[in-house]
Nanobody, 119 residues
Framework: QVQLVESGGGLGQPGGSLRLSCVASGNIFSVNAMGWYRQAPGKQRELVANLRFVGETNYSNSVKGRFTISRDNAKNTVYLQMNSLKPEDTAVYYC?????????????WGQGTQVTVSS
């Protein structure tokens, strides 16, 4: 069984910073990519950023230049450094991983962590 556990959400001020972390654990053979999605109330879940094993990164246009995704491959951990926060960044942030276990390919999701940006 694979688990993704997020941490680091909470209340941030406009212009401030927050850092999210996500650890993947379980019977993992390899991780192809890890990333972050978010879902605001009344909206669809959207990609924020992802990072493939080979180092390729993708960012949503709305967070480019403000958010940075990074990864510790040895720890199966992905981070999201969020700077210059805006109220529109308020959402539940979900960690996602494309990985292989002993049962084959798995698209895994974390339980989500709330990020609220407000003064």
């Amino acid at each position: 069984q694979v688990q993704l556990v997020e941490s680091g959400g909470g209340l941030g001020q406009p212009g401030g910073s927050l850092r999210l972390s996500c650890v993947a654990s379980g019977n993992i053979f390899s991780v192809n990519a890890m990333g972050w999605y978010r879902q605001a109330p009344g909206k669809q879940r959207e990609l924020v950023a992802n990072l493939r094993f080979v180092g390729e990164t993708n960012y949503s246009n709305s967070v480019k230049g403000r958010f940075t995704i990074s990864r510790d491959n040895a720890k199966n951990t992905v981070y999201l450094q969020m700077n210059s926060l805006k109220p529109e960044d308020t959402a539940v942030y979900y960690c996602h991983a494309d990985l292989y276990t002993d049962s084959g390919y798995l698209s895994a999701w974390g339980q989500g962590t709330q990020v609220t940006v407000s003064s």
